[in-house]
């Protein structure tokens, strides 16, 4: 019995049961390289239930028609769904209302809406907007454009060692200049959790609105935005067990309807003429041409599956995961985690002495084990701890502690092949 297997038989595991939920997951026994697949890329993105495959393939079986504009009864059904989704997507962040849900193909997507709507009327010359070091590309990039088409500029806050925000650098850094504060739930590069609900206290307190880059938190529990309180709160689909191309921008109504449209198209008008144009209500007002409509059905799939799973109970297992996998790799020489958050998801980033992440990574795959290694889309992160990238596992509900041990044995065997000696 490995050590891990003795953790769990003595009971230190919380209860949960991770093979039924594996059994959900029909890519979880595809056999890669000769071996049984380890699947320890989640930050990159979830594998898919029964019940989101086949809800999408029902729709397209069974309902499959334009939304919004049909007299028909086939259109009618599809509109149901489709509405359906949102109404399950405002229940799952506890928006107070569906119409803040806006439809977009993804995080980047949703954070780029609210840079260009948002930005072209609130920002001007001078105006800052404050983006932490953890942020992904795609919770930077968009800034920077709007800081520069007026003049704004883009201001990071700094990290600490731990890879943790440094609030009081934040604080330092609050002033009236500052517009905005865009900032992730959970890195994902790291695995930090960051404090939300204080990042939110503090940049009100100092007149500026809270965007939410939510992408790796909707994977490890249920998110409610008022509890938060943020006024945007983006996140993707594929990263919560739904499919890709589909994502979610919830925000505050008020500042939603004063927001003028992103992109222009059907769907978003009311009525279009050469002298002018009236736009349609929200959310409708955000989702310019045909939506992914197949998209939407697996989203509100995921999120039905995820009401018969007990979340607290799956996040308590990432946990175990994470604390088992950390222990393991303590004892093999070599082996440094990047940061140390207190409040960390199950992410496990780490660079090994002598071995380029690149090689890791392909020795693991060899062995049927995958992982991410690079970037992570979050190369200001890695130039504060000036690195090239890192190793990284990411866990999900359906990874067990034989994955764990999986992985601590490649990299014992890739410590033995490239490691110091
Ligand atoms: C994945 C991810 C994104 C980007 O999501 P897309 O689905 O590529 O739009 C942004 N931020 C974080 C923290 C992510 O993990």
Not at 67 to 75: I, Y
Not at 114 to 138: C, F, M, P, Q, T
Not at 203 to 211: K, M, T
């Amino acid at each position: 019995m490995s050590t891990l297997k003795a953790v769990e038989a003595a009971g230190t595991a919380p209860s949960f049961d991770v093979e039924r939920v594996r059994a959900d997951f029909p890519i979880l026994g595809e056999m890669i390289n000769g071996q049984p697949l380890v699947y320890l890329d989640n930050a990159a993105t979830t594998q898919k239930p029964n019940a989101v495959i086949d809800a999408i393939a029902n729709y397209y079986r069974h309902d499959n028609a334009n939304v919004h504009r049909g007299v028909h009864t086939l259109s009618d059904r599809a509109t149901r769904h489709f509405e359906d989704a949102r109404e399950k997507t405002a229940g799952f962040l506890n928006s107070p209302s569906s119409r803040q849900i806006i439809w977009t193909r993804g995080t980047t997507e949703a954070v780029n809406l609210v840079a260009h709507s948002w930005g072209a009327d609130n920002l001007k010359a001078g105006d800052r907007i404050l983006v932490s070091w953890l942020e992904h590309h795609s919770d930077i990039v968009p800034w920077q454009l709007a800081a520069a088409r007026v003049g704004a500029e883009v201001v990071p806050i700094p990290v600490t060692e731990e890879a943790e925000i440094d609030m009081d650098a934040f604080d330092a850094l609050l002033d009236e200049r500052v517009k905005l504060v865009a900032v992730n739930h959970v890195s994902n590069a790291i695995g930090t959790i960051n404090p939300i609900e204080n990042i939110c206290a503090r940049a009100h307190a100092a007149g500026a609105l809270v965007l939410v880059d939510g992408a790796q938190a909707v994977g490890h529990w249920d998110v409610d935005v008022q509890a938060l309180g943020c006024d945007f709160y983006c996140f993707s689909a594929h990263k919560l067990f739904a499919p890709t191309g589909m994502g979610v921008l919830w925000g505050r109504e008020a500042l939603l309807e004063a927001m003028t449209p992103f992109l222009g198209g059907g769907e978003m008008i009311e009525t279009v003429s050469f002298a002018g144009t009236t736009f349609n209500g929200l959310p409708f007002k955000f989702e310019a041409g045909t939506p992914n409509i197949a998209g939407a059905v697996g989203l509100g799939a995921a999120i039905d599956y995820l009401s018969l799973i007990d979340r607290d109970a799956a996040a308590g297992h990432e946990d175990a995961l994470l604390t088992a996998t950390l222990e393991a790799a303590s004892e093999i020489p070599g082996v440094r985690r990047i940061g140390a958050p207190k409040r960390s998801a199950g992410i496990f980033s780490f660079v090994m002495d002598g071995c380029h992440p690149s090689d890791v990574g392909m020795l693991l795959d060899e062995q049927g084990i995958a992982v991410r290694t690079g970037h992570h889309c979050a190369q200001p992160l890695m130039s504060r701890f000036e690195l090239p990238g890192t190793v990284r596992a990411s866990f999900s509900m359906y990874n067990t502690l034989d994955d764990v041990d999986r992985l601590i044995a490649g990299l014992k065997k890739a410590q033995s092949l490239f490691g110091p000696r």
